[in-house]
């Protein structure tokens, strides 16, 4: 004797703050191969109206699963694989016993050896108003929130408290 097969939904939300659902009836979804929902559609303003037009379409109740299911068929259709690859984790070999390190915590390694106005493209003589300036511009191409890079926002963010901190500090007389 089989039981009979419970239909399932995944509902996630889309780029345009609506919510895409995706529902399995005929049979359970499955990770490898990937099995496309029987059915699926975009645009539902809320979460509960994804649910009903879900069950509209499955002509019956339906279980909801874990959103990962409806976002990996959102892969699908812009023509992703379903699962992302994890990311390779990279791991800084540790410095040498003999040797102490000589860079300081808070300064990002793709920074040793680079001057931070040369980071920011100013000159060594630039004033404080000039690092702010040049800060806020790099900030706006490379933060994360705005499609940047997150290590060259970091780097970036580096540059501008390091030249900060000098153009603060009093100039030495010879």
Avoid: C, N
């Avoid at 889309?14 to 009836?25: I, K, M, N, Y």
């Avoid at 909801?64 to 699962?83: D, K, M, N, Q, S």
């Avoid at 540059?159 to 900060?164: G, Q, T």
Wanted: charged fraction near 30%.
């Amino acid at each position: 004797m089989t039981l009979p097969l419970r239909g399932v939904y995944a509902v996630t939300p889309t780029r345009r703050r609506r919510f895409l659902w995706a529902a399995w009836w005929t049979a359970e979804p499955a990770r490898e191969p990937f099995r496309p929902p029987d059915a699926s559609q975009g645009g539902a303003r809320t979460v509960e109206e994804a649910r009903a037009q879900a069950e509209r379409a499955a002509g019956r109740p339906l279980v909801e699963i874990e959103p990962a299911w409806a976002t990996a068929w959102t892969r699908i259709l812009r023509g992703e694989p379903p699962w992302p690859k994890p990311r390779a984790r990279r791991e800084a070999p540790p410095p040498p016993a003999s040797e102490p390190s000589r860079r300081s915590p808070s300064r990002p390694a793709s920074a040793r050896g680079v001057s931070p106005f040369a980071v920011l493209g100013l000159s060594e003589a630039a004033g404080a108003t000039d690092v702010r300036r040049a800060f806020r511009r790099l900030a706006l191409v490379t933060h994360p929130d705005r499609g940047g890079d997150a290590g060259e926002f970091m780097r970036v963010k580096w540059a501008h408290d390091e030249a900060m901190s000098r153009v603060s500090r009093p100039k030495r007389r010879a």
